[in-house]
């Protein structure tokens, strides 16, 4: 494999909505704990329980326990409102928009993109992710930069730049400093 690869991709060819799934399926992955459902279903559980107990505690009316509970879904309705609302404006972000280079070399990833250029070293990345789509570049646990499908030859050249990275970043790891205390 060549010493630089390069790519031209648009940020909206990988659905955003895919994309953060497939991020969040990876975080999940890596956590090695209760997944965020689990401890969700715990803690709901928990509040609910907690919530009927302080309520036929002070001698309220079931109706003010429904209320309570009719309140709580509310808010969680509110929460998955504003999820979904910030998923519209990421992908509506002038970021996203248009044509971005992308130069991978032994250093790290250099996004060129109308407005904008940067390069992150592979000591600062979080890997790398294949999926359906394509493939998506982890520059932290929440953010990515994808390469669409259709810029590679096949799957199994998704698989071999996939595995250049991640010898890439295994070798800067390997070369990097220790913090200091």
Same mark, same amino acid.
């Given at each position: ?8 991709? *648009?940020?909206? %060819? ?15 992955? *890596? ?23 302080? %309520? ?16 709580? %879904? ?5 929460? *998955?409102?504003? *999820?979904?609302?910030?998923? #519209?404006?990421?992908?509506? /972000?002038?970021?996203?928009? @248009? ?7 032994? &250093? @790290? ?24 789509? @394509?493939?998506? &570049? &982890? ?9 669409? #499908?259709?810029?590679?030859? /096949?799957? $199994?050249?998704? #698989? ?20 200091? $205390?």
């Amino acid at each position: 494999m060549s010493t630089n690869l390069e790519f031209y991709s *648009r940020f909206d %060819a990988i659905d955003i909505n895919y994309a953060l799934r497939a991020l969040s399926a990876e975080r999940r992955r *890596r956590a090695d704990g209760w997944g965020r459902q689990v401890r969700t279903t715990i803690l709901v559980a928990a509040f609910v329980s907690i919530s009927a107990i302080v %309520a036929f505690a002070s001698d309220a009316s079931m109706w003010t326990f429904l209320s309570f509970m009719l309140l709580m %879904a509310a808010g969680l309705l509110v929460i *998955r409102h504003s *999820r979904n609302s910030h998923i #519209k404006s990421l992908s509506r /972000s002038r970021m996203r928009e @248009g044509v971005a280079r992308i130069v991978l070399s032994p &250093l @790290g990833m250099r996004i060129t993109h109308p407005g904008y250029e940067v390069l992150i070293s592979w000591s600062h990345m979080e890997g790398v992710l294949v999926i359906d789509q @394509g493939l998506l &570049l &982890l520059i932290d646990a929440y953010d990515y930069c994808p390469i669409e #499908k259709s810029a590679f030859n /096949s799957d $199994a050249h998704i #698989k071999e730049v996939a595995a250049q990275i991640e010898a890439w970043r295994n070798a800067t790891q390997a070369d990097a400093p220790l913090p200091d $205390a």
